[in-house]
Nanobody
Framework: QVQLQESGPGLVKPSQTLSLTCTVS??????????WSWIRQPPGKGLEWIGY???????YYSPSLKSRTSISRDTSKNQFTLQLSSVTPEDTAVYYC???????????????????WGQGTQVTVSS
């Protein structure tokens, strides 16, 4: 079965770039037809979908975060990464990576369609 694990700094200063890596095992990030997403949950709030990179390498981002988001991948390491620029304290959250087989429901945060999740990693934006 597919397993995912997030890694990266737990503390980022305002105006800097948040960078996280998701390491995937038990399956290839290039396998048809799967989508590899970043999702976050701020304290006391619900889950928010950030964006995905597809099996083909195509990316798609939440409209509210598109201008600040970049998702990329390293197929040789079976990893994909998140970069969120110009962060503020409002970006403080637990960040998850997850996989799903359906693009449209992924975009709209239908969480039941995500078959595999990482354990999540806390990222705090503070000076």
């Amino acid at each position: 079965q597919v397993q995912l694990q997030e890694s990266g700094p737990g503390l980022v200063k305002p105006s800097q770039t948040l960078s996280l890596t998701c390491t995937v095992s038990g399956g290839s990030i290039t396998t048809n037809y799967y989508f590899w997403s970043w999702i976050r949950q701020p304290p006391g709030k619900g889950l928010e979908w950030i964006g995905y990179i597809a099996y083909s390498g195509t990316t798609y981002y939440s409209p509210s975060l598109k201008s600040r988001t970049s998702i990329s991948r390293d197929t040789s390491k079976n990893q994909f990464t998140l970069q969120l620029s110009s962060v503020t304290p409002e970006d403080t959250a637990v960040y998850y990576c997850a996989s799903s087989p359906i693009a449209i429901t992924t975009m709209h945060g239908i969480w039941a369609d995500f078959g595999s999740w990482g354990q999540g990693t806390q990222v705090t934006v503070s000076s």
